[in-house]
């Protein structure tokens, strides 16, 4: 099973929707391996979001994203990466499928609820960024076998 890092960002948590986000991955059948709420610096930021260290909008994001904590997940599934990018819709949140998250809930490019990982590579990395080890659990889902077919598991 392949895990991936999610933000739920101010915007989702100022407007009282961060339990509506969360409801979304679990209710797709995400696991949830890591749960934790932390305010980021600008390291942190920077870090984060370095492949867009040179855009003009950049300090507009450190701010933003730094307005309030932000809920910090690891979610676990087949294909997880994919499926929760899947899920968030495209990054301008108005141009966003109906259904998904940004789609659905959101009017904007930048206030646009969640961050995702974008690909198995940026998940191991963004994982390790925001959890150690023993922030991560190991747990066997109850209805698994009603989750995905034998050869799925
Ligand atoms: P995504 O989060 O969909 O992977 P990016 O990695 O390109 O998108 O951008 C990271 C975040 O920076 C976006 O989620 C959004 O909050 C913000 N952002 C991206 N492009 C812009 C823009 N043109 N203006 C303002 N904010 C932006």
């Known amino acids: ?13 100022t407007r009282g929707l961060a339990g509506t986000v969360l409801a979304r991955f679990e209710q797709k059948g995400l ?3 890591g749960i934790k709420m932390i305010q980021l ?18 300090p507009t994001i450190c701010e933003f994203m730094s307005r309030t904590p932000v809920i910090a997940l690891c979610l676990e599934g087949l294909e997880a ?3 929760c990018r899947r ?11 109906p259904g998904t998250i940004r789609g659905d809930l959101g009017m904007s490019m930048q206030a646009n609820l969640v961050h995702a990982s974008d690909s198995p ?7 390790a960024r925001f959890f150690k080890p023993q922030e991560l659990f190991d747990y066997q889902p109850a209805l698994i076998s009603y989750q995905y077919a034998s050869d799925e598991r």
């Open 87 to 97: 899920l968030c819709g495209v990054t301008n949140s108005r141009q966003a499928a």
């Open 121 to 127: 590579e940026t998940a191991q990395a963004e994982v």
């Open 31 to 33: 696991k949830i391996a």
């Open 81 to 83: 990466v994919e499926v």
């Open 41 to 58: 610096d600008d390291a942190l930021l920077r870090e984060h979001y370095s492949h867009l260290a040179a855009k003009p909008f950049f």
């Open 1 to 13: 099973m392949e895990r991936t890092l999610i933000l739920i960002k101010p915007d989702a948590l």
